[in-house]
């Protein structure tokens, strides 16, 4: 059957997952199997020791070593273990986060800071689940900051090991998915002191339990018990106290200890040799990002499919109206479809860039990028879940529907692998760094090239047409004009604010002064990144020649850029970017599109392709047990 022949739901499918779609099939059947079905009520204890039965049984068909090379026991393929991991998404997320702690975050830690004598010995046990880990990062007094971590790892020469010690209970490894009841060996980050002289955080497998499961001496754990969601997964905290490793323990891809006690690493400066380490992890933002999103798709579809079904209110005579027939509710829902496809693009744009990321550049590029999209992606859930909950009423309260399951699961994505403000703040830190360097290379001239620049957009926009018009906003070159417009403005007024700030108060007060300003450019950032690969997707679905499937992304996309121009329209009035008239405009034209994709709105749901055995909430199912 020809492309422009299927159904338009398996047109979208088709194309949303045009990367490793086997991979995917495979993963969705798997997942489909009677031995993964799921039971919102079970009790803690049960539903950790299901969560890791689910996990060898994923491991035993191969998805858990997807991205290990292949001569340790591996796929080789980093971008179908994404696949794999954002498909699993639409099952049981304490599953995922097993999944990821397994295999993406202990597994991925010996994979990229290890050396060969670490794959050969751990990778091909752990890819398929005979050694279980964890991947102790976090202390209970330091999280996002990394560097300030306390854990020592001593070295001892007279007995060629590391002496592991937690100096105080701030320093507990804490919230270590596996730590409390699975895990047998840890990645344990430390400052790692040789001769006296620490050389900053690095990476150690400490063993903590036996094959019998029993603790090891001086490792000591407690169970963090319940949490809001995620409680599928045995997190716990870990101390050590004077626990010893042998010296080929540190995973020494960047830097290595003698026998003797010479510490030599071939990146001399000890903050970028930090970076470097955290840098080859940024794996975990892409994989958290591309699960939330599914989370997403996953409340979309059954909040659009559910205000298909009910009605309420309507003529005296007649039926009553479908909820997805009221403007309010289209707005409530159709503009965060709108975004999750947006979404989508720009993430397989960033799984992409990851995948290829094989010079330093090459990765500072998709750290940025993650560091982006992991916050819009991850709050955009959060959203999305609330939303859709309030959407479905009393119904959506109920938790076989699955809105409470999914929001306290997700909740946490927003402080892990990153905290969301943190990460904007590393963005804007980032970016202002490589304007300030542009800026100095290209001196007096190159600051008078952007003004004139800006001048001449300004200038340009003062059209009496365009001012009035919000029609322009319809073409593509427009939309991505206005958000290379508002980042560009943004990102020179923090530089010169910055420039300020900073000859007065000195830098550290000064970024901090600019905080709120930070926030807003990287979110703006993020907005450009997301809308032009959105831009860019929907070309290519305009040269496959499948005009409905173009045509529905097309309407998408503009429905995507004039809620977000909405939603911020005050800065574009400040900056004189939107006129008044344009502004008055702009809810109207949203209402419109909505009202155009309304008919496509189960289509657009079908075709993320979530089958009724994953999605489970009764009333988002595409067929309706008879009780509801």
């Known amino acids: 059957m020809k492309n422009d022949t299927l159904p338009i739901a398996t047109q979208i499918q088709n194309f949303l997952e045009a990367d490793h779609r086997e991979t995917r099939d495979r993963m969705r059947e798997l997942l489909c199997t009677p031995q993964f079905q799921r039971d919102l009520e079970w009790p803690r204890a049960e539903h950790r020791e299901q969560v890791l039965r689910w996990t060898k049984l994923i491991a035993d068909e191969g998805f858990g070593a997807l991205g290990f090379a292949k001569e340790h026991g591996g796929g080789g393929d980093m971008g179908a273990f ?295 992606v991850t709050w955009h859930g959060l959203d999305v879940i609330r939303a859709g909950r309030e959407a479905c009423g009393g119904q959506g309260y109920l938790a076989e529907n699955r809105f409470a399951d999914l929001h306290g ?63 322009r906003f319809l073409d593509r070159d427009e939309q991505c004009k206005a958000f290379d417009f508002r980042e560009e403005v943004m990102l020179s007024s923090c530089a010169q604010v910055f420039r300020k700030l900073k000859s007065e108060l000195g830098a550290e007060e000064a970024v901090l002064r600019l905080q709120p300003r930070l926030l807003h450019y990287a979110r703006a950032y993020m907005e450009r990144v997301v809308h032009r690969q959105f831009s860019v997707a929907v070309e290519q679905a305009e040269a496959t020649g499948q005009q409905d499937l173009a045509t529905a992304l097309g309407e998408l996309l503009d429905l995507h850029f004039l809620s977000r121009l909405s939603e911020d329209r005050a800065w574009f009035l400040e900056n004189h970017y939107l006129s008044p008239g344009a502004s008055e405009g702009l809810e109207p034209e949203i209402d419109r599109l909505c009202r155009r994709l309304r008919p496509k709105a189960l289509r657009l749901v079908d075709g993320f392709g979530i089958p009724d055995e994953l999605l489970m909430a009764p009333i988002g199912l595409k067929e309706v047990p008879e009780d509801h």
Not at 424 to 446: H, P, S
């Open 409 to 471: 699961d997700l909740d946490v994505f927003a402080t892990f692998e990153g905290d969301n403000t943190v990460l904007y703040q590393l963005v804007a830190k980032e970016r202002l760094k490589a304007f300030a360097r542009a800026m100095g290379e290209g001196g007096a001239g190159a600051m008078a090239e952007l003004i004139s620049q800006r001048v001449q957009t300004w200038l340009s926009d003062q059209n009496p047409i365009a001012r009035t018009n919000v029609s």
């Open 82 to 376: 994404l696949a794999a991991f954002e498909t699993l998404a639409f099952h049981d997320l304490s599953l995922l986060i097993k999944f990821g702690v397994q295999f993406g975050l202990f597994g991925g830690s010996i994979h990229n800071l290890g050396t060969e004598k670490h794959h050969a010995r751990y990778l091909d046990d752990a890819g398929h689940c005979r050694l279980l880990g964890c991947f102790a990062m976090t202390e209970t007094g330091h999280g996002s900051n990394v560097a300030g971590l306390r854990t020592e790892a001593i070295y001892d020469p007279a007995s060629d090991e590391f002496v592991i010690n937690t100096p105080d209970r701030g320093a507990w490894k804490d919230y270590i998915g596996n730590a409390a009841c699975d895990a047998r060996l840890a990645t344990v980050f430390s400052q790692l002191v040789v001769g006296g002289e620490s050389h900053g955080v690095h990476a150690l497998l400490v063993p903590i339990r036996d094959e019998a499961g029993n603790l090891l001496p001086g490792v000591h754990c407690e169970d963090n018990g319940l949490k809001e969601g995620l409680n599928g997964v045995d997190n716990g905290r870990l101390a050590f106290d004077a626990v010893r490793v042998p010296r080929e323990n540190l995973l020494d891809r960047f830097a290595s200890v003698s026998a003797e006690g010479k510490y030599e690493s071939a990146i001399e400066s000890k903050n970028r040799r930090f970076f470097t380490m955290l840098g080859t992890l940024v794996g975990g933002r892409v994989s958290i990002a591309a699960s939330a999103l599914s989370a997403s798709k996953s409340a979309l579809t059954i909040a659009i499919r559910y205000a298909n079904r009910r009605r309420q209110f309507g003529p005296e005579e007649g039926p009553e109206i479908l909820l997805l027939d009221y403007p309010s509710h289209r707005r409530r829902l159709l503009p965060r479809l709108a975004r999750t496809y947006a979404m989508h693009f720009a993430l397989a744009h960033l799984g992409q860039e990851f995948v290829k990321a094989d010079t330093p550049e090459r990765q500072r590029e998709a750290e940025l990028l993650a560091a982006a999209l992991k916050p819009g």
